[in-house]
Nanobody, 122 residues
């Protein structure tokens, strides 16, 4: 079992930045691919970014490419999502997830955090 805890969400003005963190604990959390998803009110959960277990391969949704950066520090068992040039449409609950597949689908991931709220005001 792997436990995931997100932090770093908050309220920010459009154009601002936030850095989300996801700390893992439990069984071999460092060997999983890690991803960020988000869910806005009334919308389906959508893929944001993924990083492989060693941290040298990443992939992003088109909507965040060039603005968001995913990274990880396996020694600290933490994954980060640096979010720059935030837009009101980035407002959502952001969840991190861990799994064995390097995918864009929720079903590719076994373990999920509870999420952290990000609100971007215009």
């Amino acid at each position: 079992q792997v436990q995931l805890v997100e932090s770093g969400g908050g309220l920010v003005q459009a154009g601002g930045s936030l850095r989300l963190s996801c700390t893992t604990s439990g069984r071999t959390g460092t060997y999983y691919n890690m991803a960020w998803f988000r869910q806005a009110p009334g919308k389906d959960r959508e893929f944001v970014a993924v990083i492989n277990w060693s941290g040298d391969v990443t992939n992003y949704a088109d909507s965040v490419k060039g603005r968001f950066t995913i990274s990880r520090n396996n020694a600290k068992q933490t994954v980060y999502l640096q979010m720059n040039t935030l837009k009101p449409e980035d407002t959502a609950v952001y969840h991190c997830a861990a799994g064995g597949y390097f995918g864009h689908s929720s079903g590719d991931y076994l373990y999920w955090g509870q999420g952290t709220q990000v609100t971007v005001s215009s």
